[in-house]
């Protein structure tokens, strides 16, 4: 019976560095897990991580290609962009290999559904970091209203909104390296993906049709650079039962903000209502510099060197259920639960296409706003996938 899993990273950049090296080296999950090989193209990441796992110039790659032929591998896991997700997730999967991505799935539904249909087809793993799910009062909030407790899911406003210096290339120093990143993605591209997703794990409905708002009004203003870019998204969706949802986010507030994303949201149903309050974990700090709220759920680092919290927690349950599957103790409830469309995070993925398309083709005012067109999804998944894909993911 296997103890361990041989794991090849492919990609090293920010999200490696700000929690998945914690995940590799650090916390609870560690024993379960012999870092094997890396690929990146940049060779100052492959580096750093290279001497942070020790190892040798053999087991460096600069492309992921490389790193799958040569190198004995269980999983990899692919820390690339959104949009470079799928190539490298079907050939680890038609190597024999699972696989480890984070949220979202795949920037577009074509990538995600050839990334969903060759993990069918392999009978391999494909686990979607989606760690908001894993944050206690997200799964609390499930339990409870899956229990019936509060009803028929009516209604729902979330929002996520992010300081301005997130966004801000004139901020010292940037928080993403590129000074165009705020134009080449929204809000709704960066940022929806937690709450929509959250969401709908929640009330575990399919959404039906996508409309946005977006508004373009503090980014263009910025100087000595300017941002062609969204402030803020509002994305409506509406589900199969005639419940719809709102999804604010942003990253304009002012940086006085009492945390880098300011979150919260309202879910209104026939019986009850829930209030998550997530940007207020319990810790406030007062401090000369200002007042913060602390998430200590997120990433907490304990006095043994260790870090815990639901941010290293979601991706070592993935690793555990891999684990478990390589020595045959997955039933078949349980990998046939793997391989739902929520789990893998189409809708989500279906939600922020429609968001972007939605954009694309809406009426843009002298104000600065852009009303979006109206998404049928039902319409778009059998347009870009086909009508027999549209009646796998129940929208046929």
Known sequence: MKTKLRIGIIGAGSVVREIYQYLYFRSSYTPLLEICAVADPNEQYRNWFGDLAGLPANRRFNDYKELLAKTELDAVQINTPDHLHCAPTVAA??????????????????????????????GRFLGVDFHKRE?????????????????????AVFYMLDKLSIADPNHSPRFFASPDF????????????HMADALMKIVNLTPVQVRAVGYSQKLPSLKPIAVKGYDLVDTEILFDTGAIAHILTGWALPNSAWSNTVQSSRIICSDGMLDLGLDQPGLREFH????????????????????????IGSPGRLYQQILALRNGKLSAAEREAMNSPITLGFYTTLVLEAAEKSLAEGEKLSTGAT????????????????AEAAKQYKLG
């Open 135 to 155: 944050d206690p009062r997200i799964k609390e909030a499930e339990a409870r209203f899956q229990s019936g407790r509060y009803g028929q899911f009516q209604a």
């Open 93 to 122: 999967l038609n190597a024999g290999l699972d696989v480890v991505v984070p949220k979202p799935t795949a920037a577009t539904l074509k990538d995600a559904h050839a990334m969903i249909e060759t993990t069918r087809k392999t």
């Open 288 to 311: 000369p510099d200002g007042i913060f709220e602390v998430n200590p759920l997120f990433k907490n680092f304990d006095k043994d060197n260790s870090v815990t919290g639901y941010g």
């Open 182 to 193: 705020a134009e080449k993605n929204t809000p709704a591209s960066f940022l929806t993906v």
């Open 371 to 386: 009303i979006g067109s109206t998404i049928d999804l039902r319409k778009l998944v059998v347009e870009q996938l086909g």
